[in-house]
């Protein structure tokens, strides 16, 4: 990617921060910022899903697994130790790093079904110590007590706002990030062995270091969506690492569209709307998020934004059809 | 590279668009109350139930004229059982409905979600549900406007312990068998009753213990390990679903002939009138029961829930939301308010009169923001309703001398 769009996009990313920063000046209700602060999350953790479902070919069904510890860990540094916002951040990274560079180890050896089976096994097995770990975690009630020393800088990320433009901005950084990769040869790699593994390997790509790599830079962008949620629900739960929420996210990309960099973005905005706008009318929430996947799924075959992008006469940036 | 403008504008243009559903409502005359629980899947009777009391106490306030004139709206919504969902729920009502108080109907795990909210948003809220006792015992986690209308779980430990061990001591049962539920409260709450069991009765010994999984179809396996162990009686912190399995499933093996069994979740209507053949002579604590208190007004509100809601039977969380209700009403119209400082200054330590009290009244502490002075106790079963009979009543000062020494022991005071 070239200088000049990398500017571009940068510049991009500072307007939506600041239209952003801006709507709750001309919009009161807090609605909108509960939206966006759940929305930056959300897809932040979708779109790093998106590096290892749409630009590697790496089918995680078990990626809340990195969600999840991302709540987890920044709830506990904050509750059990006396660091800083800004360094229990910083060490959430970490750890989740440290975390995916075993996981991943074990996991990208193995291909389709089985990578997906193993990273499913994996977060199952999170999920069992955060609940069977009830000194430390709380169990199946979660992180109790709330998240204390909420000030950076004098600002504080306890006031709403405050946290929006957080929220905003993690996910803005998030995203131009991602989007660099993907943009490098490591993402030209990343595609070349999504498309065929051997001839990546008979080219001198060392694929093994290469999965494992996006595996974990996948697993940090996730947990920073986690550490937004954290401080969203002011600490962590159980049901933020069980599988339903690599659910959540694999729904999120297949209706925002999996070969385009913003899908999952998009896909991210219309779950959580559909989520909000159904349970406000109906307890049969299940039943009509179930039909209008199967609307996407049967009707459009493919996402949203993929969808947009082919009917405007481009092709997927993923280049999955 | 290709032009891929059309694509990075849709960030930029669905802001925009997502903004049009939140234009800013006005503030309109009536009072929304928000009251969020689970109405979906395997425990949706957690929220109907609650509803089934809390809406005829809204009805009855709204045709006497309303709450300081206003009449109250409530804004039901369900969370699914997530504390991820309650959060943003109890946000949405406040941020977006305009709902200016919270009942918050949520089980435990979202109830204590929900508290956080209410640190941040400064509104009254009274949980009508979690009755896990350090929702409120510990300092750490007491919001200055959030409180608790319900029994809890210490409460019921040291009622269950001090009534279990007189049974113990009297039948001579030393020896103990468990089995509740393989979760934090299942846990907890076992280890609970027999803390207590022993402070009353200290030569017991505990011979056997089970964790069935929450929503276990077969209990055999449970059922032949304590047959095996050979207890003189049975703890089970078993409720709703399962407990009616295993007491239907318990009977094909003569469970409840062989020892004598302690549950303190049987004496609430749904599972008393889900149980096939209930067996004789379980000690039980009364969850809800329309004969403890035996008295006309419990007897007419109880007439009354089933009259508004289709003749089905009130849970024990109908009588936790009802007092909810109940506090909200007393308090807002004390201080003259919504307004959440205001009210929750108006709610400390306010005392009123209830059905669901062995005196007639029951209390809002203002220690704790906790409820006291609640119907407590435990009977026997016996085949036929009242199912439950004679309920014998804790006593609420032995309660409140080993609850203070239980929050010294846990670090809370």
Known sequence: MGRAHTLRDIAIGCLVVAVLAAIPWMLPGKAFQDFVIRC?????????????????????????????????????????????????????????????????????????????????????????????????????????????????????????????????????????????????????SLRMIRDNETRAAFLGISVWRVKLTVFVLAAVFASAGGMVMSLFVSGAYPELINWPISGDAIFAIVMGGVGSFLGPTVGTMILLLLNDVVTRQTEYYGLALGIIILLFALGLRRGVLDFVTERLGGRPAGGIH | MRDRVGRRTVLVASAGLLATPWIARAQSNPIKIGIQSIFSGPIALLGTSSRGGIQPEIDRINAAGGLLGRQIQPVYRDSKGQPQEAARVARELVNTDGCEILLDAEASSGAFAVQEVVRDLGVLCVHSNSETSSLTADPKLRVATAFRSTRQGVHDAIVGGAHSAKVATEKKLSRWATCSPDYAFGRDTTAQFLEFLKHFKPDIEVVSQSWPKLGQPDFTEVITKILQARPQALYSALYAGDLSAFINQGNVYALFGAMQVFVPAMGDLPVLTAVKNLPPGIQSAARYLPTFPDTPANAAWYAQYRKANGNDYPTNWSWESATAMRFIEAAVTTAGATDGKKAAAALEGLTIDSPFSTTGKVTMRAEDHTLIDYAIGWGTTVPQPPFV????????????????????????I
């Open chain 1, 40 to 188: 930056a999350s959300m897809a932040l953790f979708a779109t790093s899903l998106n590096l290892l479902v749409g630009y590697t070919g790496l089918s995680s069904f078990g990626h809340g697994l990195f969600y999840g510890l991302g709540t987890y860990s920044f709830a506990l540094l904050m509750q059990k130790t006396t660091v800083s916002l800004p360094l229990a951040f910083l060490l959430t990274l970490l750890i989740s790093a440290a975390t995916a560079v075993v996981v991943g180890a074990i996991c990208i050896r193995l291909r389709l079904i089985y990578f997906a089976f193993v990273t499913l096994a994996m977060q199952m097995l999170a999920h069992s110590v955060i609940i069977s770990w009830v000194g430390l975690t709380g169990g199946d009630q979660g992180l109790q007590g709330g998240i204390p020393r909420r000030v950076v800088a004098g600002i504080d990320l306890g006031n709403q706002y405050n946290l929006y433009v957080f929220s905003a901005a993690m996910l803005v950084i998030g995203l131009l990030l991602m989007r660099h990769i993907v943009a490098t040869t490591f993402g030209t």
């Open chain 2, 389 to 412: 009979t004679g309920i014998e009543p804790g006593d609420w000062g032995q309660i409140f001398e080993l609850e203070t020494e239980w929050k010294k022991k846990n670090g809370y």
